[in-house]
């Protein structure tokens, strides 16, 4: 199983990124999935899930309405597209995979994780 997240770059506040998750070894549509960030000095937190089908989602509170996430199972892909982006956005971003098609907020729930992107707001 592998993940690999990209699409991070340095932006300025304000601006906007699409992440990008690729999944292979696994069948992604049996996957609930997430996103979780890692600020410098922080602990990881969680960002955003998505269900198998996409058809649930959810928000950490701090990036509700400006981030939206969702999968394309065909491809095998889950994107974040980050609007209005902040600087205490900046983090390192992984995508994970829950057996699970409605998994929890933390990481012990997720089995599988990416890499990480590194998304840098500057001001």
């Known amino acids: 199983v592998q993940l690999q997240a990209s699409g991070g770059g340095l932006v300025q506040v304000g601006d906007s990124l699409r992440l990008l998750c690729t999944a292979s070894?696994?069948?992604?549509?049996?996957?609930?999935m997430a996103w979780f960030r890692q600020a410098p000095g922080k602990e990881r937190e969680f960002v955003s899930r998505?269900?198998?089908?996409?058809?649930?989602?959810k928000y950490a509170e701090s990036v509700k309405g400006r981030f939206t996430i969702s999968r394309d199972n065909a491809k095998n892909m889950m994107y974040l597209q980050m609007n209005t982006l902040k600087p205490e956005d900046t983090a390192v971003y992984y995508c994970?995979?829950?057996?699970?098609?409605?998994?929890?907020?933390?990481?012990?729930?997720?089995?599988?994780w990416g890499q990480g992107t590194l998304v840098t707001v500057s001001s």
């Open positions: 998505i269900s198998r089908s996409g058809s649930v989602t």
């Open positions: 070894g696994l069948t992604f549509s049996r996957y609930g």
């Open positions: 994970a995979a829950s057996f699970s098609n409605w998994p929890g907020m933390t990481s012990d729930d997720y089995h599988y």
